[in-house]
């Protein structure tokens, strides 16, 4: 099944504990993106990849690091997590950049103390 | 700066009644808009985009540069339409994207 996939759905942690969101993806799709969703805020896109090894800054990338070194894995960083991370996190993925549809995951839920 | 509102949070309309979501946008280059939705315990979901001139579900949108808007209509609504609207902005290259609020659409019966 054709899908994006995201671990952990769930997690509660403490400021400062480094921690990493994986994003995979089984579609051979060259674009990968991350976006947090706040309430009443939308989504917001965090950082994106329109392939191996080339990776971009959205528009709220500050605290996170991302890595692309496969096409299928597109891993969210956090080096030192602050509470005002806590957030809902999307992972999607396209074949040819945003234009075509994005396929999102489940959706990783962070909360940091 | 780039920004997408949706100034509704929450839409109810009855079965069978026109629905429209509305869009504006704020972008300095040549817009592509998007509408999202997200059923209820699904995945968010790509539902059309402006470039293609599709109608989805009986969904359509226009793109209206002079008004920045990219509303999403419906004629007559239908229960299973419940769900949670967001529109989407990118540029040409389709890299960066900027979302709305989102709009929750309940279709009463």
């Known amino acids: 099944e054709a899908q994006v996939t995201q671990n952990p759905r769930y997690l509660i942690t403490v400021t400062g504990k480094k921690l990493t969101v994986t994003c995979s993806q089984n579609?051979?799709?060259?674009?990968m993106s991350w976006y947090r969703q706040d309430p009443g805020l939308g989504l917001r896109q965090i950082y994106y990849s329109m392939n191996v090894e080339v990776t971009d800054k959205g528009d709220v990338p500050e605290g996170y690091k991302v890595s692309r070194k496969e096409k299928r894995n597109f891993p969210l960083i956090l080096e030192s997590p602050s509470p005002n991370q806590t957030s809902l996190y999307f992972c999607?993925?396209?074949?040819?950049?945003?234009?075509?549809?994005?396929?999102f995951g489940d959706g990783t839920r962070l909360s940091i103390l | 700066a780039q920004r997408v509102t949706q100034p509704e949070k929450l839409l109810s309309v009855f079965k069978g009644a026109p629905v429209e979501l509305k869009c504006n946008y704020s972008?300095?280059?040549?817009?592509?808009l998007f509408w999202y939705v997200q059923y209820s315990r699904q995945r968010l979901q790509l539902l059309l985009r402006h470039i293609s001139r599709e109608s989805i579900k009986g969904f359509t949108a226009d793109l209206n540069k002079g008004e920045t808007s990219f509303h999403l209509k419906k004629p007559f609504a239908q229960e299973e339409d419940s769900a949670m609207y967001y529109c989407a902005l990118s540029g040409f290259s389709f890299n960066k994207f900027y979302f709305g609020s989102g709009t929750k659409l309940n279709v009463k019966p």
């Open positions: 972008y300095s280059g040549s817009p592509e």
């Open positions: 999607a993925s396209s074949a040819q950049g945003g234009n075509q549809p994005q396929h």
């Open positions: 579609m051979n799709h060259e674009y």
